[in-house]
């Protein structure tokens, strides 16, 4: 079935720098993508949202691109800190099907993302 | 703590026997979701509650599980009959709005040996 995927399962960067983490989606009819950071042994945490009717949308230290064309979604954090070390999911939803959820969501594989000192 | 609470956290059971999850969500959400995670992997979606009704269900869902909310707040998970398959960590998360932006808790491990 369609799905949403990374295209890099890891991300190493020093602190201060700049991480860009990229997913892409194949489902052309989602519209509605979703962030979420998961630290080691806890559950995700909801980071940012972006509606397919945007291309980009910003947050504390954070920048979501959508590029609906190639099916792209990327997350931007700027002055990456040790304490952003995590996974990151990517996760869609149809939201156009009439009485879904908005919490019924399709989440990527992951990227770990580690931010070195 | 406010947050999402699960119990147990983690669960040690030999193949074949049952086991029972439970979630308390915040208190003034009214939607709750269960969701499993394996190794590696993203969560994937279970079941959803709206108050008391479950409004649906994965193909994931087997017959060997099951998923209430009787007064629309907490919640369980029953497995039945558990396989090595079923391995994993069950996220609980609760949301006010109908909206992606969901509350997790920590999860229960659970390991078939």
């Known amino acids: 079935g369609e799905s949403v995927g990374l295209h890099l399962p890891t991300l190493s960067v020093q602190e201060g720098d700049n991480s860009i983490i990229n997913c892409a989606y194949s489902?052309?009819?989602?519209?509605?993508f979703i962030w979420y950071k998961q630290e080691s042994g806890k559950g995700p945490q909801f980071i940012i949202d972006?509606?397919?009717?945007?291309d980009k949308r910003q947050g504390q230290r954070v920048t979501v691109l959508l590029n609906k064309t190639v099916k792209h979604l990327s997350l931007q954090i700027a002055a990456t800190q040790p304490g952003d070390s995590a996974v990151y999911f990517c996760?869609?939803?149809?939201?156009?099907?009439?009485?879904?959820?908005?919490?019924?969501?399709?989440f990527g594989q992951g990227t770990i993302l580690t931010v070195h000192p | 703590d406010t947050g999402v609470s699960q119990n147990p956290r983690h669960k040690i059971t030999k193949r074949g026997q049952n086991v029972t999850f439970r979630c308390d969500p915040i208190?003034?959400?009214?939607?709750l979701y269960w969701y499993r995670q394996t190794l590696g992997q993203g969560p994937e979606f279970l079941t959803y509650?709206?108050?008391?009704?479950?409004?649906?269900k994965s193909r994931l869902l087997s017959d060997r599980f099951s998923a209430e909310r009787p007064k629309g707040s907490f919640s369980t998970l029953e497995i039945q009959r558990t396989e090595q398959g079923d391995s994993a960590m069950y996220l609980c998360?609760?949301?006010?709005?109908?909206?992606?932006?969901?509350?997790f808790g920590e999860g229960s491990r659970l390991t078939v040996l």
């Open positions: 208190s003034e959400h009214n939607r």
């Open positions: 509650f709206q108050n008391e009704a479950q409004l649906e």
């Open positions: 996760a869609e939803i149809l939201a156009n099907a009439g009485g879904t959820s908005y919490g019924k969501l399709t």
């Open positions: 972006i509606r397919s009717n945007m």
């Open positions: 489902n052309s009819a989602s519209d509605y």
């Open positions: 998360a609760s949301s006010f709005r109908n909206t992606g932006e969901l509350f």
